[in-house]
């Protein structure tokens, strides 16, 4: 079944918890037709988590909000029927378990194309299809943990995980199954027939060190550490203590630093060959000492009036609540029954006006549906009317 134009994509969401719903999330915001299908008690895994926004978990709203919500249970001896049936109506579906998982509830790749002959099927695993881990169970930091990714302190000889620190696979792998999703669609509908895409949690940790992974694999050893790159790529500390990070590694940015903190016996220092210095240790205390004779806003100032590279180092507060988060729309609302949420808007606008970019106001998401507030809705539209009204739990 080739995707018409006039109509958007159509998604049906098996997923759980975060991979899937983010990649289904992503989708939505991209104007997708996502729907959901749930346990009838538990829906998703995300409609009891805290904290609440308004009495409503964070998560669903987060993820879910856009989406329709079609519950029916593994149990039902309706199951095979509804899933035969969603999956004949759309143009690709996302699976999130291990393979074995997805062959014991009849959601592997060859019962779904028995459906639909012209399926994309989009599989999010834990671990991977092969090796020693691809059948351990997933949740949460385990995929990280195994990817090398999880920062760990010793507090009275217990390893804890580092305030502030935050998994990246499964975001990650919500990423990239959206994106392997679309490619597949393209490619089907350009004749490719039915497509079968795959990312585990654990590829996408591994992944997001992407550096690492390299130079471990060639050179044996780790990427730089920031904190040691250079004089000339630093932070340092302003004068009301705060942290600014100073990027004057061009010759001709170098050469303006200079001149704006007073080290003119430092400006002609350099080896340009490959465009960039990153400096040398003598300089650190010249230029700490320049930089902490002002404030972070007098050098914000400075610094982006001589166009050098620079950042202050802001807090996520500070990141969330800034003018620059408004203007480039970082947050987009939903209305819930007990006031307005706002969410963290996908990154990618598509426009087909370049000139409506950086101006337009992206428009509320529908709320997040109720627990199977769209069953009988759906089911007429695939074609089960004569299951509209039924039980469809165990």
Known sequence: MIMES??????????????????????????????KVEHPVQGDG????????????????????????????????????????????????IIGSRPKDAIRRGLDYHTLLQANSQLVYCLISGFGLAGPWSDYKAHGQTMDALAGRVDVEWENGQPLTRVGWRSAGTSL?????????????????????????????????????????????????????????????????????RALLICPLEEIFWGRFCDLTGLVDLRNRGDWTHSMDFGYDDEIPQIADAIGRRSLDEWSGILDEAEIPFAPILTLEEAVKSDHAVANQLLRGTELP????????????????????????????????????????????VGLEHLCGRKLSS
Do not use: C
């Open 338 to 381: 007990d006031g307005r949420a706002q969410v963290a808007a996908s990154p990618v606008q598509i426009f087909a006006d370049p000139d409506e970019a950086g101006g337009s106001v992206l428009p509320d998401l529908p709320p997040p549906p109720d627990l199977g507030s769209h069953s009988d809705e759906i089911l007429q539209q």
């Open 46 to 93: 995300n409609r009891g988590n805290e904290p609440r926004i308004f009495g409503v978990s964070d998560l669903h709203v987060a993820l879910n909000s856009g989406t329709r919500s079609l519950t029916v249970s593994t149990r039902s001896p309706h199951w095979p029927e509804v899933v035969a049936g969603v999956t004949a109506w759309s143009d690709a579906v």
């Open 173 to 241: 792998a919500g990423v990239f199954a959206a994106m392997g999703l679309l490619a597949a669609i393209v490619k089907r509908d350009r004749g490719g027939g039915p497509q079968f895409v795959h990312t585990s949690i654990w590829n996408s940790a591994m992944w997001w060190n992407w550096r690492d992974v390299n130079t471990w694999a060639n050179n044996d050893e780790q990427w730089h550490e920031y904190r040691t790159l250079g004089s000339r790529y630093s932070m340092y500390s302003t004068s009301d203590g």
């Open 6 to 35: 006039e109509r958007p994509l159509r998604i049906v969401d098996f997923s759980t918890h975060m991979s899937g719903p983010l990649a289904s999330h992503l989708l939505v915001e991209m104007g997708a037709d996502v729907i």
